[in-house]
């Protein structure tokens, strides 16, 4: 069974999921840093404020004897209120935005960069074609003999 397992593994498909899962979560830690420090306190700043992850909206009561405070989500939840917290899913679908077109923009020039190989391909199949046209001995005994009877005209 662990013979089995070992040649599982060791597939070429299974190896490259695992590089692709790598850095994907590498790849979703940048956008992540990128979405939380660069971008939200841009858009926190023209909609008035920077932090998104404290925004909600407060669906039941609040437990007697809670003394934290109002505006905190975290601080809430543990006390147990029902919140819906549309901040984090604002910054969890402009991280889902960013992750998409940035694949986009990979994959678009992946495309490019195998279409321009494939062209050339093409290319050198054609030219490879066009000098590899065999030719008869006897073909070209007659074309000598053809331009020798026009040369004495």
């Known amino acids: 069974m662990f013979a089995e397992f ?3 593994i ?3 498909n299974v190896l490259d999921l695992a590089v692709g899962v790598v ?4 790849f979703g830690k940048i956008t992540t840093s990128l979405t939380q420090s660069v971008l939200m306190p841009v858009i926190g700043a023209i909609f ?3 932090d998104f992850s404290n925004k909600f909206i407060v669906l039941g009561s609040v437990p007697e004897g809670y003394e934290g ?3 905190n989500y975290a601080e809430l939840k543990e006390a147990g209120v ?5 901040g984090d899913l604002l ?3 402009l991280n889902f935005l960013i992750i998409a077109f940035a694949l986009f923009m990979i994959v678009r020039g992946v495309n490019r960069m195998m279409d321009a190989m494939e062209e050339e391909k093409k290319q050198a199949e054609a030219t490879a074609a066009k000098e590899a046209v ?8 007659l074309k000598e003999i053809l331009a020798e009877l026009k040369r004495k005209d």
């Open 6 to 8: 070992k040649k599982f």
């Open 10 to 12: 060791a597939r070429g």
């Open 23 to 26: 850095i994907g979560a590498a």
């Open 48 to 50: 008035g404020t920077v």
């Open 69 to 71: 405070s109002m505006t």
């Open 82 to 86: 029902n919140m819906i917290g549309y």
């Open 91 to 93: 910054t969890q679908i």
């Open 134 to 141: 065999p030719t008869d001995p006897t073909l070209d005994t």
